[in-house]
Nanobody
């Protein structure tokens, strides 16, 4: 069983920055594809960014050039650095670990971008 705990959300003004963290309960980055998803009120959950076991990274078009995903193997922690935030980035952000042997989600952290 893998546990994921997100942190770092909050209220930020448009144009501001936040860094989200996802702490995993074990060293799983070599076994699981890790991803950040978000879900805005009334909308479906969508992929924001993912990082493969190989380290290959993918971003959704709507965050390219603004968000950066990374991971720290020593700390079993994944990050999402979000710059140039827009009001439309407001959502609950979730950490996900996926592989053929399991699919795990964190509880989410809320990000609100508002002036």
């Amino acid at each position: 069983q893998v546990q994921l705990v997100e942190s770092g959300g909050g209220l930020v003004q448009p144009g501001g920055s936040l860094r989200l963290s996802c702490a995993a309960s074990a060293n799983i980055f070599s076994l699981y594809v890790m991803g950040w998803y978000r879900q805005a009120p009334g909308k479906q959950r969508e992929l924001v960014a993912s990082i493969m076991t190989s380290g290959r990274i993918n971003y959704a078009d709507f965050v390219k050039g603004r968000f950066s995903i990374s991971r720290d193997h020593a700390k079993n922690t994944m990050y999402l650095k979000m710059n140039s935030l827009k009001t439309e980035d407001t959502a609950d952000y979730y950490c996900n670990a996926h592989s053929g042997i399991g699919d795990y989600w964190g509880q989410g952290t809320q990000v609100t971008v508002s002036s």
